[in-house]
């Protein structure tokens, strides 16, 4: 159960990679202002450190209180509400021209894989809650 879950969690980090990545592609275009950039470049830092962070950490400590766990729980949380954002502002969004997504397949695309990843990321702290509960139960029954 503890490599499927290391496994799901590392899945997680790079979908959602690769989500902020495309999203930053599609979403800045060259002529933006720098604060966009600064923006994109803010959200990719703070999920490369805690990434590394996790990525970093032995077996045992994998499946406890990290900060680096914490922190892609929050970020993946804060994701995901934003992303839902995304799309209920696009569905408002009646403007071409416009700021914001416009719930079009190429506006989607890149939400959508954020969306995988964030569920996917928290699809896996419920479980190793459990399994960390239980594993230290049984080793002070033993």
Known sequence: MNKSINASRIASIMI?????????GHYIPPDSSPVAYLFQII????????????????EEKKFKKHWSIRGLTIFSILSLLIN???????ALNK??????SHNNPADLIPIGIILTGTSLWLSTILPASRFCRTRITEDHII
């Open 16 to 24: 959602i990679s690769a989500g902020y990545g495309w999203a930053g």
């Open 43 to 58: 959200i990719l830092s703070v999920l490369l450190i805690l990434a590394t962070g996790y990525l970093g950490l032995s």
């Open 84 to 90: 839902i954002g995304n799309i209920i502002h696009g």
């Open 95 to 100: 403007s071409p021209e416009s700021f914001g």
